[in-house]
């Protein structure tokens, strides 16, 4: 205490100046425009340019942060153009369709799903293609996958196609690499999963066997895929059994698909024609 009243009494002189000079620069500024203008124009250049230098330093800092964000950025975006470019692909081969299994000598009509139901009891697809395009009845309609439906009624630009997801379409199939084969019926459920019915016991059973075609109508010609055995059980009677089936068509997702224009045969509709008259007549 007593080093501090002798600072006082040997500084009292400096001390009373410094004290006299901030009375005379507040005087100043309070009371003359211009110089109160200098004094805050030059104290905010200060001012600014100290914020700035705070300011680059704080950015510099945090540089890391940022650049850990963009990368995630960078990193979410190129996810997100591959899996476009994988759907583009997707719907690129689905555009053309092929079938393993359908001969070259077949011609297809390519076509749009326009509209479908998969929540009723006989569901229908409607497509853009009809008469104009060649399409009729009782063809057989393909996605890239396998076995779509079969045409049911046509108009001159627009077809109605029964898909196999209906209770009433019943389509002729077999066991691949096998002699046996069935019906594929649809019981009102789920959309991927259908039945196969009237294959005797003996048979030689196994899941994950695939499910196709037999060519025994004009709709599909032989070896066309429909769908993978996912169990084996017993028919109602017990004599044959009943296979649960998941189908190679995703119909959720179905877009495109391709109608099989020239697998029936007029000369073999004659032939049974011509043997179904002669019976009847005896």
């Known amino acids: 205490?007593?080093?501090?009243?002798?600072?006082?009494?040997?500084?009292?002189?400096?001390?009373?100046?410094?004290?006299?000079?901030?009375?005379s620069l507040v005087l100043l500024f309070s009371y003359n425009g211009y110089q109160?203008?200098?004094?805050?124009?030059?104290?905010?250049?200060?001012?600014?340019?100290?914020?700035?230098?705070?300011?680059?330093v704080t950015s510099y800092f945090n540089l890391q942060e940022e650049n850990r964000q963009l990368e995630a950025t960078n990193e979410r975006l190129?996810?997100?153009?591959?899996?476009?470019?994988?759907?583009?692909?997707?719907?690129?081969?689905?555009s053309v369709v092929q079938i393993n299994g359908l001969?070259?000598?077949?011609?297809?009509?390519?076509?749009?799903?326009?509209?479908?139901?998969?929540?009723?009891?006989?569901?229908?697809?409607?497509?853009?293609?009809?008469?104009?395009d060649g399409i009729r009845p009782e063809m057989g309609v393909v996605c890239s996958r396998g076995v779509v439906g079969i045409v049911y009624m046509t108009s001159k630009h627009y077809s109605l196609v029964m898909p196999l997801l209906n209770t009433n379409s019943k389509v002729s199939c077999r066991l691949r690499n096998s002699e046996f084969?069935?019906?594929?019926?649809?019981?009102?459920?789920?959309a991927d999963v259908a039945y196969v019915t009237n294959i005797p016991r003996?048979?030689?059973?196994?899941?994950?066997?695939?499910?196709?075609?037999?060519?025994?109508?004009d709709i599909f010609p032989?070896?066309?895929?429909?769908?993978?055995?996912?169990?084996?059980?017993d028919s109602t009677d017990g004599i044959s059994y009943l296979l649960r089936v998941k189908l190679f068509a995703?119909?959720?997702?179905?877009?495109?698909?391709?109608?099989?224009?020239?697998?029936?045969?007029?000369?073999?509709?004659?032939?049974?024609?011509?043997?179904?008259?002669?019976?009847?007549?005896?």
């Open 103 to 132: 001969p070259k000598k077949y011609d297809i009509v390519n076509a749009q799903v326009v509209n479908m139901t998969l929540h009723k009891a006989n569901n229908m697809i409607t497509i853009n293609r009809g008469e104009a």
């Open 202 to 217: 003996h048979a030689k059973v196994k899941q994950k066997d695939i499910v196709e075609t037999n060519g025994f109508s």
């Open 1 to 23: 205490m007593r080093a501090l009243i002798d600072f006082i009494i040997n500084g009292k002189h400096v001390l009373l100046f410094l004290l006299l000079e901030a009375i």
């Open 181 to 190: 084969f069935g019906s594929l019926i649809w019981k009102h459920g789920y």
């Open 36 to 56: 109160k203008n200098v004094y805050f124009t030059t104290a905010n250049g200060v001012v600014g340019t100290t914020y700035g230098a705070i300011s680059s």
């Open 222 to 233: 032989p070896g066309l895929p429909i769908g993978v055995v996912q169990r084996v059980g």
């Open 78 to 94: 190129r996810r997100q153009v591959y899996e476009l470019q994988q759907q583009m692909e997707a719907a690129r081969r689905d």
């Open 250 to 282: 995703n119909f959720p997702t179905l877009r495109n698909v391709s109608v099989i224009t020239n697998y029936s045969s007029p000369e073999r509709h004659l032939l049974e024609e011509k043997q179904e008259n002669s019976d009847t007549a005896k």
